[in-house]
């Protein structure tokens, strides 16, 4: 049959899908990109805010109307959203066929098939490895009704839908932690670390299919090894990935404030293949806010850490998160948010309005901050935020960098769009290539260029040979 996969939420979520995609393929179904033309449709859910629970939403009854009026004969819907409101999804949208859970990724062929009671832990196809050899049975959840255990391994097979020259790879699945805004734990179990021999091997696997960067991602990248008692496991990890052949980048997204160590900032600093780059969602900087949100830490431990993570690791990209509007945060708490961020100077910021979510701790606060003002506050620190990189930006107009092409630009067939070390896919800023023959540069490829202005938080650069600044070469 042709399998069409709508995959919504974040990278960890997109290797979910991945792995969904290798294991339909492996028995013997074709994909397909047209939703119209597929015999089965899969929705792989997020419901981490209720914006992301909304687009899921959308995107199901979106397909149910395909299969009612379409080619369509299967709809399944998996993740996140599916973990959290299975019978709800089944009774409120009938064209639903299969509902599976974030631990219920291997079902993924019955569930195509129409084989077994979806969610009740019954296989009736065998499911392989791409070396031909069965599933593990241990990595799989009895059913629905305990926390997910699954994770994917190098020998699962994964069809990647990123550009071909970049990869994620999920190096844990779960979270340990309590935060009081969060249902990751309960949707996607305890952490559990992946071995890193399993990890380095998909890594080869992935060069060998022309991978330049490698992203390593999971709910909290620094944890990695802890739980299996292994300490040092990610500065480890991190040297051995860096003598992998042909990779040319190594990108670590999600990292806790309080698992990052200094053997972990060395590896960084030390290893010429990872990416300067700290991704470090800290949520908030207001004491009184982060304790009601159990986060670890305060801003004064906040500071610090920058400081030390900028001292060991010379010319890091700091990238971070924070949530506003949080129950209970006065203006003084947003204030001394901003002032926090005006004083660290962040490369790049993201900011979200609080929602109340089922399932979380959180849940029980008074959601006392008024809608208007949560955007007001967003928008206030990301006008503070736009100062910031405009004034960082005109530092750069003249300096050289190593660029990573990612494809034409959707504005120009004649642009080119690519990334620094500095810039993650989707997620961050991106550089405008100009004054060049797209021809000459293809996705993947590695090149020097010479930064010669801005646009908004976007750059712009020239390969070096034929630079321009304001219209003069």
């Known amino acids: 049959m042709k399998i069409g996969m709508i995959s919504l939420g974040c990278p960890k979520n997109l290797v979910d899908s991945e792995v969904m995609l290798g294991l339909a393929q492996q028995a013997g179904h074709e994909l397909t990109r047209d939703a119209a033309d597929a015999d089965?449709?899969?929705?792989?859910?997020?419901?981490?805010?209720?914006?992301?629970?909304?687009?899921?939403?959308?995107?199901?009854?979106?397909?149910?109307?395909?299969?009612?009026?379409?080619?369509?004969?299967?709809?399944?819907?998996?993740?996140?959203?599916?973990?959290?409101?299975?019978?709800?999804?089944?009774?409120?949208?009938?064209?639903?066929?299969a509902v599976l859970g974030t631990g219920e990724v291997p079902e993924i062929v019955n569930a195509i098939g129409g084989i077994g009671d979806q969610g009740s832990g019954i296989r009736t196809i065998p499911l392989l490895r791409s070396n031909g050899e069965p599933l593990n049975p241990g990595s799989r959840i009895p059913g629905p009704g305990s926390l997910p255990t699954y994770i994917y391994d190098a020998e699962t097979p994964r069809l990647l839908a990123t550009p071909r020259h970049y990869a994620y790879l999920k190096i844990a699945e779960g979270c340990d932690y309590k935060c009081a805004f969060c249902i990751i734990p309960t949707l996607r179990g305890k952490y559990r670390s992946r071995s890193a021999d399993s990890i380095v091997r998909e890594a080869t696997a992935l060069a060998e299919r022309g991978v330049k960067e490698l992203l390593l991602i999971s709910q909290d990248t620094t944890f990695y090894g802890i739980d299996r008692g292994e300490r040092g496991a990610l500065a480890q990890l991190l040297r051995r990935l860096n003598t992998v052949d042909g990779l040319e980048w190594i990108r670590l997204l999600y990292l806790y404030p309080t698992t990052i160590t200094d053997d972990v900032l060395a590896a960084i600093a030390e290893s010429e293949k990872v990416c300067p780059y700290i991704d470090l969602p800290l949520q908030h900087a207001s004491d009184a806010v982060l304790k009601r949100m159990k986060r670890p830490g305060t801003r004064a431990t906040y500071e610090r850490l920058?400081?030390?993570?900028?001292?060991?690791?010379?010319?890091?990209?700091?990238?971070?998160?924070?949530?506003?509007?949080?129950?209970?945060?006065?203006?003084?708490?947003?204030?001394?948010?901003?002032?926090?961020?005006?004083?660290?100077?962040?490369?790049h910021l993201g900011v979200f309005t609080y929602s109340h979510e089922d399932g979380t701790s959180a849940r029980d606060l008074d959601d006392d901050?008024?809608?208007?003002?949560?955007?007001?506050?967003?928008?206030?620190?990301?006008?503070?935020?736009?100062?910031?990189?405009?004034?960082?930006?005109?530092?750069?107009?003249?300096?050289?960098?190593?660029?990573?092409?990612?494809?034409?630009?959707?504005?120009?067939?004649?642009?080119?769009?690519?990334?620094?070390?500095?810039?993650?896919?989707?997620?961050?800023?991106?550089?405008?290539?100009?004054?060049?023959?797209?021809?000459?540069?293809?996705?993947?490829?590695?090149?020097?260029?010479?930064?010669?202005?801005?646009?908004?938080?976007?750059?712009?650069?020239?390969?070096?040979?034929?630079?321009?600044?304001?219209?003069?070469?």
């Open 306 to 347: 920058l400081d030390r993570i900028r001292a060991r690791v010379p010319g890091a990209t700091l990238r971070t998160t924070f949530i506003v509007g949080f129950p209970g945060e006065s203006e003084q708490d947003f204030a001394e948010l901003q002032s926090f961020v005006e004083s660290v100077q962040f490369d």
């Open 40 to 97: 089965v449709l899969v929705v792989n859910t997020c419901a981490f805010i209720d914006k992301a629970k909304q687009e899921s939403i959308d995107a199901i009854l979106e397909m149910a109307e395909l299969k009612k009026n379409g080619r369509c004969q299967r709809l399944v819907v998996t993740g996140c959203m599916a973990e959290r409101y299975r019978d709800e999804l089944k009774a409120q949208i009938p064209e639903i066929d």
């Open 369 to 473: 901050v008024p809608a208007r003002t949560k955007r007001s506050r967003q928008a206030q620190l990301m006008r503070a935020q736009k100062r910031i990189v405009e004034r960082a930006q005109k530092k750069r107009v003249g300096t050289r960098a190593r660029l990573l092409v990612d494809g034409p630009a959707a504005e120009h067939e004649l642009v080119l769009r690519g990334r620094l070390q500095g810039q993650a896919p989707d997620i961050d800023p991106m550089v405008y290539l100009t004054d060049c023959d797209p021809s000459e540069f293809a996705p993947g490829s590695l090149i020097d260029v010479q930064i010669v202005g801005h646009r908004g938080y976007d750059l712009v650069a020239q390969p070096l040979g034929c630079v321009t600044v304001m219209g003069r070469t």
